[in-house]
């Protein structure tokens, strides 16, 4: 495992490493192909998201529990209860990218050696990245996991135990899931390919037969 952040000389160590991996790769007879997500397209989604999701989420809540508190939406009342949600807003992005990771590292030959953490100061986000190319099931598992465990668990268990808290922090880990959802939508094309995580583009390379071998 390494954890680093980001500057010019990793970035042009993670271009080489992909490099290599394209080149064992074209000797094993596969080619390398980008599928790239659009940040763009990505924010756009996640708004969209945020609109559905909390469109089912809170109107479910109140069927169940027969009423919300607006006053209660982020859990605890007041300026003190704003900042104790935002403040597990902020740690959930650095959890979103350890799940990634710590599902990838059973998939992987390497385990914990093949897992990258980071903070790119460029973006002021930390970001996760596997350094092998994965099976579609093992890609899909790891790419799946932070919406799973910080969006859809935390709203079902903010549902049943009457948490506002849970549930508003349960809408924003989905959301934060967006671009992770665009990469598993667009995985049903690439169900047969190796799939590698793309170190510094957004989106992910898939590994086909190269034609004619
Ligand atoms: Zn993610």
Known sequence: MRIEVENDRIRERKKQEYQDLVDEMDQKGFEANLEKI???TANLFGIVLFILVSAITYPIYYLVNGKIDPALIFGFEGTK???IFFG???????????????LWQFTC?????SIDFGFNPKTCTPYCHCREAL?????FF???GPTLFLGIIPIILGIIFKSLFLV??????????AGDLMVIFSLRKHRDSRLFDHPYEVGYAYFTAKKGD
């Open 38 to 40: 659009s940040i763009k």
């Open 81 to 83: 209860g704003m900042l």
């Open 88 to 102: 597990a807003y902020l740690l959930s992005i650095f959890v979103h990218e350890f799940i990634h990771g710590f």
């Open 109 to 113: 030959e390497k385990k914990w050696g």
């Open 135 to 139: 099976s579609f099931g093992r890609y």
């Open 142 to 144: 790891g790419s799946i």
């Open 168 to 177: 508003s922090f349960g809408v924003l880990g989905f959301v934060g899931g």
